[in-house]
């Protein structure tokens, strides 16, 4: 063989073999570059469904405060006659906005450590 077919020869072999490489490499990082993609959609979607629940429970507890608040303005109306039902509902509000917190503070505190 002369120099020139033997520069030829390496020049075809690391075409062939660079070819390929190049093709799988490209591919898989079009592989990575969608899974980056489906990852990030995937965080903000978590992170609406925090936000949302954090919502919810605000509204929950604004509710429960706003029963408090009503059931211990009609219990001081003179003539609003209140019932066992009424302190018995503001009893059940009360525990459960207490046990509600409770369970929201321990949640807190778990996810510290």
Not at 25 to 53: H, V
Request: aromatic letters at 6%.
């Amino acid at each position: 063989m002369h120099g020139k077919e033997v520069r030829e020869l390496i020049q075809t072999v690391l075409l062939a073999i660079g070819i390929p490489s190049a093709i799988t490499g490209f591919c898989f990082w079009c592989l990575e570059r969608k899974l980056m993609k489906r990852q990030w959609a995937e965080e903000r979607k978590e992170e609406a469904r925090r936000q949302n629940e954090t919502i919810v429970i605000e509204g929950v507890m604004a509710a429960i405060t706003l029963g408090e608040a009503t059931a211990k303005a009609v219990q001081r109306i003179p003539d609003a006659h209140c019932n066992g039902d009424m302190h018995d509902a503001l009893d059940y509000a009360t525990k459960v906005k207490n046990k509600h917190r409770d369970f929201i503070r321990e949640q807190g505190i778990d996810a510290l450590y």
